[in-house]
């Protein structure tokens, strides 16, 4: 609340054309006919030896995950809750050169000295403001002495300053917090976590993920591509990594581990919770493209005497992805796969038409092919078309449930390696030279 109310103050003291970054992000882009164009995610500067550092242009998201540069230049009015520009934007993918610095990503939170030798201070917010040439120069920055307290509370001192009463605006990652960058990431999906992250060099990914709770960070790395997920948890402390391959979803893990160093994966593995270990050991013994290698050990599995109210509880659990919540495997004991006889299974829609004391087992659907672990993903793909299911049921030779099959990890084998990536175009181009082949 200080640094708000602190901020409002020197705000409105400022000139109309002073803009601070922090409170610009997630501002709408328009163009001329008031079109929605993106919404701005970064401010990106030149820090100079000499001299004001200059902002060149925004960072915008456009089109779901894709990030653009949108030159200053073609910004005609920046004015609360709006930034107008001349409607030309380049939709090529924002690529960061190594002279340019990202406000947001890489100043927010950076510890810099003071040139006066009475310590160090925290920089909370930059603000940009245009001068007589209509040129965009970094002229203040809004910084905090002393660090973040318990909760993410600030506390200290807070003070207005220009750029040339510090020194250390372009340090190391080592001396950036990630307190501010986390703001702009709370309320992100996975998908878009992963991107953002994704997009950061590895000593910040590390930092930005010391931050973040195992499961958040868990279904973040789940969204990266193999090779960011690789560089990732090898670069977490052990004793970490293993503690988010425990939250993750057990195929997600077994494919995270099937790329490390098998020596890598050993000491990971040997660290995980003795039971997500089994799953995962389990699931790295099958082929990456059958039912097995794709399936996940943790489904909702009930007994048929649960009721469709438990079924319910069941579905609405946080950690339930969305395309397993749709379905419950109904199974006698023992429930832990590979559990007793499979006897089928329930569909959430059909669960919602029926009392809630019903039981399961008076409301299955037995009629669907088997899929076995060794099935290849072509079958699994077939069935879950044929049936317009979310999720398959995989069984070993005894009728046991093993796992199950959902159609968002089927997807993520049938794209390309890279797709995530690759802009739009490219991926369907991917698309679809795959489906030719």
């Known amino acids: 609340m200080l640094v708000e109310n602190t901020m409002a103050r020197a705000s409105s003291r400022s000139s109309t054309t002073r803009v601070y970054v922090a409170r610009l992000v997630g501002t709408t882009v328009f163009d001329p006919l008031g079109d929605a164009v993106?919404?701005?995610?970064?401010?990106?500067?030149?820090?100079?030896?000499?001299?004001?550092p200059r902002a060149v242009g925004f960072v915008i998201d456009v089109s779901g995950?894709?990030?653009?540069?949108?030159?200053?230049?073609?910004?005609?009015?920046?004015?609360?809750?709006?930034?107008?520009?001349?409607?030309?934007?380049?939709?090529?993918?924002?690529?960061?050169?190594?002279?340019?610095?990202?406000?947001?990503?890489?100043?927010?939170?950076?510890?810099?000295?003071?040139?006066?030798?009475?310590?160090?201070?925290?920089?909370?917010?930059?603000?940009?403001?245009?001068?007589r040439n209509k040129d965009w120069k970094v002229t203040r920055l809004f910084v905090q002495r002393g660090s973040s307290g318990?909760?993410?509370?600030?506390?200290?001192?807070?003070?207005?300053?220009?750029?040339?009463?510090?020194?250390?605006?372009?340090?190391?990652?080592?001396q950036q917090g990630a307190t501010a960058l986390l703001a702009t990431m709370e309320d992100l999906k996975p998908a878009d976590l992963a991107d953002v992250l994704s997009d950061l060099p590895l000593a910040r990914q590390v930092e930005v993920?010391?931050?973040?709770?195992?499961?958040?960070?868990?279904?973040?790395?789940?969204?990266?591509?193999?090779?960011?997920?690789?560089?990732?948890?090898?670069?977490?402390?052990?004793?970490?990594?293993?503690?988010?391959?425990?939250?993750?979803?057990?195929?997600?893990?077994?494919?995270?581990?099937?790329?490390?160093?098998?020596?890598?994966?050993?000491?990971?593995?040997?660290?995980?919770?003795p039971e997500e270990a089994e799953d995962v050991r389990r699931l790295m013994t099958y082929d990456e493209y059958t039912a097995g290698g794709l399936m996940t050990t943790e489904p909702i599995i009930l007994p048929p005497e649960a009721s469709v109210a438990q079924f319910l509880a069941h579905a609405r659990k946080a950690e339930i992805p969305p395309a397993l919540a749709t379905v419950a495997f109904v199974?006698?004991?023992?429930?832990?796969?590979?559990?007793?006889?499979?006897?089928?299974?329930?569909?959430?829609?059909?669960?919602?038409?029926?009392?809630?004391?019903?039981?399961?087992?008076?409301?299955?659907?037995?009629?669907?092919?088997?899929?076995?672990?060794?099935?290849?993903?072509?079958?699994?793909?077939?069935?879950?078309?044929?049936?317009?299911l979310t999720a398959l049921p995989v069984l070993d030779d005894a009728g046991r449930l093993l796992g199950a099959v959902s159609v968002d990890d089927v997807l993520d084998h049938l794209m390309p390696d890279d797709w995530r990536e690759a802009d739009d175009d490219v991926t369907d181009e991917m698309i679809e030279r795959s489906a030719n082949a």
């Not at 993106?38 to 004001?52: N, Q, S």
């Open 38 to 52: 993106g919404k701005v995610h970064d401010v990106v500067v030149l820090i100079r030896l000499r001299g004001e």
């Open 150 to 174: 318990p909760l993410g509370l600030r506390r200290g001192e807070t003070l207005t300053l220009r750029p040339e009463d510090v020194t250390g605006l372009a340090g190391s990652v080592d």
């Open 331 to 388: 199974c006698r004991p023992p429930l832990e796969t590979p559990t007793g006889q499979f006897l089928g299974m329930v569909h959430l829609q059909r669960a919602l038409r029926e009392r809630p004391q019903r039981l399961v087992g008076s409301i299955l659907d037995q009629d669907l092919d088997k899929v076995h672990p060794e099935d290849s993903i072509g079958t699994v793909t077939r069935l879950l078309a044929t049936y317009n």
């Open 65 to 131: 995950r894709r990030r653009v540069f949108l030159p200053l230049s073609r910004v005609t009015a920046i004015e609360p809750g709006a930034v107008i520009t001349t409607g030309l934007v380049n939709i090529r993918r924002f690529s960061q050169r190594k002279v340019e610095t990202l406000v947001v990503g890489e100043l927010l939170d950076r510890v810099v000295t003071l040139r006066d030798g009475t310590g160090k201070v925290t920089i909370r917010d930059v603000a940009i403001e245009r001068d």
């Open 209 to 273: 993920a010391a931050e973040l709770e195992d499961e958040r960070l868990a279904d973040a790395v789940e969204e990266l591509s193999d090779d960011d997920a690789v560089a990732l948890i090898s670069a977490l402390e052990v004793s970490r990594a293993a503690d988010v391959l425990d939250a993750m979803q057990p195929d997600d893990a077994a494919d995270l581990m099937a790329e490390l160093p098998a020596p890598q994966a050993t000491v990971l593995l040997d660290l995980m919770e």
